[in-house]
């Protein structure tokens, strides 16, 4: 996706990582036109670009372009994906369109936009000095299998690079598995909740039926009353679990996360998503898991396969924890 505007930096990408901490509390229903469609509520762009007093709002074709200072955001009229500074979201529904609107639903609006343009409401601070690190997969339960190897492998390596990686930053590790055994998700999940002051990171890598599909997706638990967006019959909407208390937490990690692997390794941008993965569902704490690539492409299993990649993913992935810790931490 092009934006029409100078390529902001890792930097400027960060400010919306920081601007994510934002509380998930809804608006007040007198700010907003509320427009029903199909039975769910939707607001229009100009709606938004008002309330959030955006500079300009630019209207090319399908195409709605908001510009302020320190926020570039691109909605396209009948997808889910949005580009905030260049990084890509995945939404719950797509952008509709009625007379020449654009429209985005208003559980988008309360989940993904407030939360990104509303720094003013900040959070009290994440205060974390441990890391659980959860390398997926494990003994009969290979994962995906490469040309070279199987996921489970590269997951174990990739979260031992990461850990070392974070150990000379000074946080504490504690790992799900250190080697190759099977860990019944809900042990992992209880692992991490029995952490004090942490945040918890699963290591995965993607695999699909066809050789074509590339690039890094990174994951955070699909908020109450939003669907997964990796789910084709779109289930689960009104889904209320442990792991949603987390919910802007989530998504900022998983920004913080994304935003240092697309800027430092330069794959594809598949799109923060989110799900309800059963390692993340009962979380007690920010929680992401991060797809590292297709072991099913061969040019990306090639990359996953070099051990020089692998250590630069986990130093990527360490560099955005110490971001995201100074970030949100006490001050």
């Known amino acids: 996706m092009r934006f029409l505007s100078r390529k902001p930096g890792l930097e400027r990408i960060w400010q919306i990582c920081i601007i994510l901490i934002a509380t998930s509390s809804f608006l007040s229903a007198k700010d907003w036109d509320i427009v029903t469609i199909e039975g769910r509520e939707y607001v229009t762009a100009t709606n938004v670009a008002n309330f959030y007093k955006i500079e300009r709002l630019e209207r ?3 195409k709605r372009i908001f ?3 320190s926020l570039i955001m ?3 009229i009948g997808t889910q994906a949005i580009y905030v500074n260049r990084i890509k979201f995945n939404l719950s529904l797509n952008i509709a369109e009625i007379k020449g609107h654009a429209l985005i639903s208003t559980v988008d609006l309360a989940k993904l936009i407030d939360p990104v343009v509303r720094p003013s409401y900040i959070k009290k601070p994440i ?5 659980v690190i959860d390398p997926g997969h494990g003994g009969h339960d290979t994962g995906a299998k490469g040309r ?3 996921e489970k492998n590269y997951n174990l390596d990739l979260s031992l690079r990461l850990k070392s990686a974070l150990e000379r930053r ?7 598995r250190s080697d190759d055994r099977f860990i019944e998700l809900g042990h992992r999940v209880a692992i991490a909740n029995a952490q004090k002051r942490a945040i918890f ?5 993607n695999s699909t039926a066809g050789r074509t599909a590339t690039g890094v997706e990174t994951y955070a638990l699909a908020p109450q009353g939003t669907a997964s967006t990796n789910e084709a019959n779109r289930a689960g909407w009104s889904s209320s679990l442990s792991g949603n208390i987390r919910d802007a937490e989530n998504i900022a990690l998983a920004t913080a996360v994304h935003a240092h692997v697309i800027h430092d390794l330069k794959p594809t941008d598949r799109g923060i998503k989110r799900a309800r993965f059963n390692v993340l569902r009962g979380i007690n704490k920010p929680a992401i898991l991060y797809e590292g690539g297709f072991l099913t492409n061969p040019t990306e299993a090639a990359k996953i396969h070099d051990p020089a990649y692998r250590q630069r993913t986990a130093e990527s992935i360490a560099n955005a924890v110490v971001k995201f810790k100074s970030a949100v931490g006490k001050k």
Request: proline residues 3%; neutral net charge; hydrophobic residues 35%.
């Open 67 to 69: 510009r302020h200072p």
């Open 148 to 150: 070279k190897g199987f």
């Open 170 to 176: 000074g946080f504490r590790i504690v790992m799900t």
């Open 60 to 62: 090319q074709g399908n």
């Open 201 to 205: 990171i699963s290591i995965h890598h």
């Open 127 to 131: 205060d974390f000095d441990t890391v």
């Open 74 to 76: 691109e909605w396209t």
